[in-house]
């Protein structure tokens, strides 16, 4: 069964700690791995797309990384307003383009 | 912004009526989605749509039906809403090997 899990459910940091986000998957056939932040109230805002072990992708004080099995969610120096919560998505194979979600972390990022 | 809203962004209906909620889209993106976000379970797939009158039943479709009669316009209805169905539902769109981009939401809340 095509599975997306994320670790920790929720991370609470002070402003400047470091930490990762962890997102494993198991699926048949992985077209791409994405990540998304969402804010309450809002719907999830694209991040990044990873299509290959080893590939990475930065974008401010997020990195994030891929390997076979699992995904990293990397936030260096973290600010309050990097809190959120992330989501994790594998796309399976196949014509249909569909995403299956992991359940989030809510990262809190205290001044 | 992406060209996606919903409509409406909240609801309070009573049990045992019809909902339909509106997701409509000027990006002219081929693929089309619903979801439904609880707490604990993230985001989980309701139906799909990849083309005019082309739809097809996601995870948790029971009770759930859908309609896409022009490719800007995608609409879910339940059909007897439950208190079940309570949820926060989200629309996303997508162009083929693309991530989602996913509208604002819709509150439902059945009484």
């Known amino acids: 069964e095509d599975q997306v899990t994320q670790s920790p459910e929720a991370l609470r940091l002070q402003e400047g700690e470091s930490s990762s986000l962890n997102c494993s998957y198991t699926?048949?056939?992985?077209?791409?791995l994405f990540w998304y932040r969402q804010d309450p109230g809002k719907g999830p805002e694209f991040l990044f797309t990873?299509?290959?072990a080893g590939e990475e992708k930065e974008k401010e004080r997020l990195k994030a990384t891929l390997t076979k099995k699992e995904s990293f969610l990397h936030i260096t120096a973290p600010k309050p307003e990097d809190s959120a919560t992330y989501l994790c998505?594998?796309?399976?194979?196949?014509?249909?383009?569909?995403?299956?979600f992991g359940t989030g972390t809510l990262l809190a990022v205290q001044p | 912004d992406a060209g996606i809203t919903q409509s409406p962004r909240h609801k309070v209906t009573e049990t045992g009526t019809p909902v339909t909620l509106r997701c409509h889209q000027t990006?002219?993106?081929?693929?089309m989605y619903w979801y439904r976000q609880d707490p604990g379970h993230g985001l989980r797939l309701i139906h799909y749509?990849?083309?005019?009158?082309?739809?097809d039943k996601g995870e948790v479709s029971d009770g759930y039906s859908v309609s896409r009669s022009k490719t800007e316009d995608f609409l879910l209805t339940l059909e007897s809403a439950t208190s079940s169905q309570t949820s926060v539902y989200f629309c996303?769109?997508?162009?083929?090997?693309?991530?989602?981009?996913f509208g604002s939401g819709t509150r439902l809340t059945v009484v």
């Open positions: 699926v048949s056939g992985l077209r791409g």
């Open positions: 749509s990849y083309g005019v009158k082309d739809t």
């Open positions: 996303a769109i997508s162009a083929q090997d693309y991530g989602y981009t």
């Open positions: 998505a594998v796309a399976l194979g196949g014509a249909t383009n569909k995403l299956i």
């Open positions: 990873l299509y290959s």
């Open positions: 990006e002219n993106h081929r693929y």
